[in-house]
Nanobody, 112 residues
Framework: QVRLVESGGGLVQAGGSLRLSCTAS????????MGWYRQAPGKQREMVAT???????NYADSVKGRFTISRDNAKNTVYLQMNALKPEDTAVYYC??????WGQGTQVTVSS
């Protein structure tokens, strides 16, 4: 079993920045991918960014150039630095571990 604890969401004006954090505990395999999905009201959950322990990353086209995923393998923690935020980035952001385990979600709201 793996437990994920997220933090860092909040309310920010368009153009602002936020940094999300997610720490995994339990039966951790360090090479497993970790990352972020998001779900806006009335929309399906979508992939935002995923990173591997080896440094490979994958981003949704809508966030490329604005968001950066990073991880600290020693701390089993993944981060999402979100810059130049837009109102359409408003969603609940969920951390995943190996696409199998999910955090409780953290709300990100971007006002125009």
């Amino acid at each position: 079993q793996v437990r994920l604890v997220e933090s860092g969401g909040g309310l920010v004006q368009a153009g602002g920045s936020l940094r999300l954090s997610c720490t995994a505990s339990g039966n951790i395999v360090s090479i497993a991918p970790m990352g972020w999905y998001r779900q806006a009201p009335g929309k399906q959950r979508e992939m935002v960014a995923t990173g591997t322990s080896g440094g490979s990353t994958n981003y949704a086209d809508s966030v490329k150039g604005r968001f950066t995923i990073s991880r600290d393998n020693a701390k089993n923690t993944v981060y999402l630095q979100m810059n130049a935020l837009k109102p359409e980035d408003t969603a609940v952001y969920y951390c995943h571990y190996n696409f199998l385990y999910w955090g409780q979600g953290t709300q990100v709201t971007v006002s125009s």
